[in-house]
């Protein structure tokens, strides 16, 4: 697993031919950075919007005219937004951890032991991959109802604990490791249990880097189950709330975009501080 | 699991004969194969494959969404293909995929190309192509509206300034699918950008040193290197945003355009939402959705049967 | 499998007291029957602008004082949308709340699943008459009353003086016919102006604004039973937005979220924007000096003024709880003539907002206030609103064939007469198998 910053095994291939590479280098870097402004402007188009008076908010301008704070202060006096943020934590958090354990767990034996109907069950699994949500949506909204669990952080978490997504990448993970670690271990009597837990948890680093941040995401930003699930505005998650915020004041875009901010902001603070992480992790952990 | 320990512990203390051990490794394995699968098999069964069932078996019902259900067996599946509705949005959606999947995965690829190479600012400009991913598509959606509305829209104003007069992005039904396209690749293509990285890094760079002194140029070296050598993760890529895209970006559709002008964005999974909540055709909508994974699992099959051999599904036993 | 469904439901309901403990809510525990009311204004977090403030008071008020006189409780739910997947969801899972606020847009598809309680047995015949008839009717079955208005929203043009000015528009410039419609847009246009401004996203509202035109043709989308929706009429009301669409008199998106008519003749986006009478609370509150007018809708040449009157219901869920006890909340809430029920319509419909109130006793209450001094109040309530009819309970095919007429005309250019025979005839396939309340 390269620790280092930038991918090494591919880099710069041609050695000799300094000049010309170096050459090819600054149009490289020259078309990456016009891209990467390009990539980036809309996100920054939002932030400067998010800081402008209503008749500055359609000004095609770069920055405000007149910077204010005005919306933020009033987004968060009218969103209980420091509760939101919480429930959205707790959420996403306990599915992601929950989610890595239950899903390497059960991509190490469909991709380790031997047992009957092992591919049939794989296919299975992998073929939930293809339902569209809103298509279960009213039957996993009675089960959940029938497990008294409605209006619960545990209605909003359990159901969003099981994608077969992440069982497949883990499982594609485990069958490129060598299988040779666990051979030892276990001529050395070690049972599954502990190989598992000795040698295939540790291995795993890397991939579960990648895939805490995809699951993190995918419910910090969920929006119609953690919705549907829950009827008190205690339970809501950070982008329902900001989605009835939204709701009561479509027409001011000024303060829509403050809460498009402060919701995008978590996220987009968590990914520029472990950015060199979150990219090296995903990169590294054999995803194909 | 502690029967598992109490198994191993006797198998290795016992003077077992070679062929009970065995055996009892092998009852040993299946036992521990269904502790460690139990947790997500029963949750995704409980979860998911039970209302996937439910949504079978509603395909076959008129739902009024009130708690009456009529069985009227393949009507609904008769409605679909006479609903011209339906048949605009399969369409919509041929359209879109067509487009998009292929879009996607040559940008992707392409920006992978850019930034493989060490060069000032590359992990800067690999971070600023994933940050609309980490984003939530509500929010995106929004940004792009904001941006692409007429008369007060940036892209609008802009144009506008350089005496350029702009097509109505969003209000022509020429032009909303293509922008709702752009958006879906401007905002997923850093995460497939990063796939294709991990599947660069693994081409071993002797292969390039070679090319080059036996003097290929870059296109010779992608056409007989690269590309090959990636084809295990192009058909990842292929499979897992085919999926991803069908199934997903309601929400982008929902905030930027509700599904029009004119119909012209109303994708199958937009329309499958429409049918029931708006309607409250559940019925209908559960036979669309059980037709659409239907025909995802053709799509997912012929694609495993295409990379069997490769390393893709490299099932080693 | 229907079947299986509901005794799943069944089940379920006995197994959801013990997990309430996990449940972050599970207060109700009290022993006593508590009717969840769920709506869009109340509670809302402290702070904010002052109308969503006095809104969220009416609520709250009314439930704590229906709270103080009665046995059994009612707990104030804020549901985001309406009209979204949760309420749709919670329905289909027979977990409906027992009070909820409907639009006319979904009044048939939840009479016909049979979840609205009767109101007429908790009415006196008096009240039943106190409110507008045009504006009952499409919560009328049978001449049984399932459902009472909080409020009425009438459709008018809304213009900015300021910009009529800057182009050099005087207010004989202010159109009543169709073509003096067409006519300011061409001025506007060349003037280089702002435009006019249509709802131009799909859905129910964008129907509602623009049935008016249709009606005024003295055309309709239904009648007796039957689709009138292939006429003259009709093809002239969709060639009429065509022409706004197609010319750029209208642009093609709302330069302003949602065609929001405060934003956008405030913002300079428009001169002239189709919209409702909560319009003009929204300018008092967000741009109290903004001079700003309003015209009744233009008319076709020989039509009859004609407007649509918007506005929600409170309804009582019949499987609810309580359904008994929910239908006598809303009588008692809005539709009983105890003064106090009536000084709660006036309360909503001229304070908490700007509306016509739905009960002639509530109006004239209003009138007496001062509710409707404000000239375009005024206007609204003497002129406009006598020209009105409420929005149409149409089931959603029926919806969706004009939205899609709608749509087709205006941004793809087809062709209305085409239009209007393809709905025509999608709205006649689709009554002959119907059954359920009289489509109006």
């Avoid at chain 1, 497949?168 to 049972?191: K, T």
């Avoid at chain 3, 804020?78 to 949760?86: A, S």
């Avoid at chain 3, 009479?111 to 008096?126: K, R």
Wanted: glycine share 8%; charged share 15%; net charge positive.
């Amino acid at each position: 697993m390269p620790a280092t910053d930038t991918s090494p095994a591919a880099d710069a291939p041609v050695r000799p031919a300094r000049a010309r590479t170096t050459r090819r280098g600054w149009v490289r870097f020259a078309v990456a950075l016009v891209l990467a402004v390009a990539a980036v402007f809309p996100l920054g188009w939002m932030l400067s919007g998010s800081f402008r008076t209503p008749d500055d908010v359609f000004s095609p301008s770069l920055l405000p005219a007149h910077p204010t704070l005005h919306n933020f202060s009033y987004v968060l006096t009218q969103v209980a937004f420091p509760r939101y943020l919480l429930n959205s934590l707790i959420v996403a958090v306990v599915v992601t951890v929950v989610a890595l354990f239950f899903h390497s767990m059960a991509a190490y034996a469909l991709a380790r032991l031997r047992f009957p109907g092992r591919d049939t069950i794989f296919v299975l699994i992998f073929s939930t991959l293809l339902i569209t949500f809103p298509v279960i949506l009213v039957p996993l909204f009675l089960i959940v109802h029938t497990l008294g669990i409605l209006d619960s952080y545990a209605g909003i978490i359990i159901p969003s604990i099981f994608n077969a997504f992440g069982i497949f990448l883990l499982r594609q993970f485990y069958l490129s490791l060598p299988r040779e670690l666990e051979e030892a271990a276990i001529v050395d009597g070690c049972g599954y249990w502990r190989v598992y837990w000795k040698v295939i948890l540790p291995l795993s680093r890397p991939v579960f880097a990648a895939l805490a941040v995809l699951f993190f995401l995918a419910n910090w930003n969920a929006f119609l189950w953690p919705m549907v699930v829950t009827t008190s505005t205690d339970l809501s998650l950070v982008q329902v709330g900001i989605a009835a915020f939204q709701q009561q004041h479509a027409a001011d875009w000024n303060f829509s975009l403050a809460a498009s901010t402060i919701s995008a902001l978590p996220t987009l603070g968590l990914f520029v501080i472990f950015q060199r992480r979150i990219v090296e992790s995903i990169k590294t952990s054999g995803f194909k | 699991m502690t029967g598992l320990a109490v198994g191993e512990r006797s198998a290795r203390g016992a003077s077992a004969t070679r062929t009970t051990r065995r055996l009892s490794r092998r009852s040993r394995e299946r036992i521990a194969a269904g502790l460690f699968l139990a947790p997500d098999v029963l949750g995704l069964a409980l979860f998911v494959g039970v209302p996937m069932v439910v949504c079978i078996v509603l395909g076959f019902f008129q739902v009024d969404g009130f708690g009456g259900y009529t069985f009227i067996g393949l009507d609904n599946y008769r409605r679909m293909f006479a609903d011209p509705l339906f048949l605009g949005s399969l369409k919509t959606t041929l359209l879109y995929l067509v487009v998009l999947i292929p879009g996607l995965f040559v940008v992707s690829l392409a920006l992978a190309l850019l930034i493989r190479q060490k060069f000032p600012l590359v992990g800067l400009f690999r971070g600023a192509f994933f940050a609309p991913n980490v984003i939530s598509l509500v929010v995106i959606g929004l940004i792009w509206k904001f941006m692409l509305t007429d008369q007060s829209g940036f892209v609008v104003r802009v144009l506008g300034f350089f005496g350029i007069s702009s097509p109505s992005w969003l209000g022509n039904p020429h032009l909303a699918l293509w922008m709702v396209v752009a958006v879906t690749i401007w905002f997923a293509m850093g995460y497939y950008m990063l796939i294709f990285l991990a599947g660069l890094q693994d081409i071993p760079r002797e292969y390039y040193e070679v090319a080059t002194i036996d003097g290929a140029g870059v296109w010779q070296q992608f056409r007989h290197i690269t590309w090959p050598l990636l084809k295990p993760t192009s058909f990842f890529i292929l499979l897992t945003s085919t999926v991803s895209m069908l199934t997903g970006g309601i929400d982008l559709i929902y905030v930027m355009t509700s599904g029009g002008p004119a119909n012209s964005t109303s994708l199958i999974i937009y329309y499958i939402y429409e049918q029931a909540f708006v309607y409250g055709e559940y019925g209908y909508a559960s036979a669309i959705g059980a037709f659409i994974v239907a025909i995802l699992l053709v799509w997912s099959v012929g694609l495993f049967a295409l990379t069997r051999g490769g390393r893709f599904n490299d099932a080693r036993d | 499998m229907g079947v299986s469904r509901r005794s799943l439901f069944r089940a379920g309901a006995g197994a959801l007291a013990a997990p309430a403990l996990l449940s972050g809510c599970g207060s109700s525990v009290s022993g006593r029957k508590e009717l969840v009311f769920w709506q869009f204004y109340a509670p809302t977090p402290v702070g904010g602008s002052p109308d969503v403030v006095k809104q969220s008071q009416w609520f709250t008020r009314m439930v704590n004082d229906w709270n103080a006189q009665h046995e059994t409780k009612i707990r104030l739910e804020y549901v985001t949308v309406l009209g979204n997947p949760k309420l749709a969801t919670a329905f289909a899972a027979g977990e409906g709340p027992d009070i909820f606020l409907l639009s006319p847009g979904d009044f048939a598809r939840y009479y016909n699943g049979g979840v609205l309680a009767e109101l007429t047995p908790y009415m006196e015949p008096e009240a039943v008459k106190d409110f507008f008839a045009p504006n009952m009717a499409t919560r009328t079955a049978d001449g049984k009353v399932y459902g009472l208005p909080m409020e009425i929203e009438p459709l008018a043009m809304f213009y900015s003086e300021q910009a009529m000015e800057s182009a050099h528009l005087a207010e004989s410039d202010l159109p009543r016919t169709w073509d003096q419609l067409l006519d300011l847009g061409d001025k506007l246009r060349t003037r280089k102006a702002p435009p006019i401004m249509l709802p131009n996203l799909p859905g129910y509202y964008q129907n509602f604004t623009w049935y008016p035109f249709l009606w005024q043709t003295g055309a309709d989308a239904v009648r007796h039973g039957r689709s009138g929706f292939d006429s003259a009429g009709a093809r002239s009301a969709l060639q009429l937005w065509r022409d706004c669409i197609q010319t750029g008199i209208a642009p093609r998106t709302s330069p302003v979220p949602d065609s929001d008519a405060v934003a956008g003749l405030g913002g300079g986006y428009a001169t002239m924007s189709l919209s409702g009478i909560w319009t003009v609370a929204a300018f008092k509150y967000r741009k109290p000096k903004y001079r700003y007018g309003v015209i009744p809708l233009p008319t076709p040449a020989g039509g009859t003024p004609r407007t649509a009157l918007g506005g929600w219901a409170f309804v009582a869920n019949a499987r609810g709880r309580d359904p008994e006890t929910a239908a006598k909340f809303c009588v008692w809430a809005l539709g009983s003539m105890a003064k106090e029920s009536i000084q709660r319509v006036v309360d909503w419909c001229t304070v908490a907002k700007s509306d016509i109130a739905p009960r002639a006793s509530a109006l004239a209450a209003g009138r007496a206030s001062g509710g409707y001094d404000h000239p375009v109040m005024k206007k609204f309530a003497d002129e406009i609103f006598p020209t009105g009819r409420g929005e149409p309970r149409y089931p959603p095919v029926v919806y969706k064939a004009i939205s899609d007429a709608i749509q087709q005309c205006e941004f793809a250019g087809a062709d209305p007469a085409a239009q209007a025979r393809l709905a025509g005839d999608t709205i006649d396939a689709y009554l002959t198998s119907y059954r359920g309340v009289t489509i109006l």
